[in-house]
């Protein structure tokens, strides 16, 4: 687990970031108004462009970084 706490002037973001190599079934999309599509997807292959919290999460994951804060 990943945690991130991302603040600029117009927002703040709490991201936690959950990882597994072990897991069932498919994601389904459970706010149609919020989000398009959920997938699954090896760390070697990642969807590009992705939402910079979740690309930060990746990134601290692979730094061995469990919580930072960013101003």
Known sequence: MRVNNDKNEHAH???I?????????EPQ???????VEW??????N???PMYFPSA???????????YTINN
């Open 46 to 48: 990642l969807p590009s």
């Open 29 to 35: 999309v459970m706010e149609p108004d919020e989000i």
């Open 13 to 15: 973001f709490i991201t």
């Open 39 to 44: 997938e699954w997807s090896s760390l070697n």
């Open 56 to 66: 930060k999460i990746i990134e601290n994951y692979r730094k061995q970084l469990f």
């Open 17 to 25: 970031g959950l990882f597994s190599d072990k897991f069932d079934g």
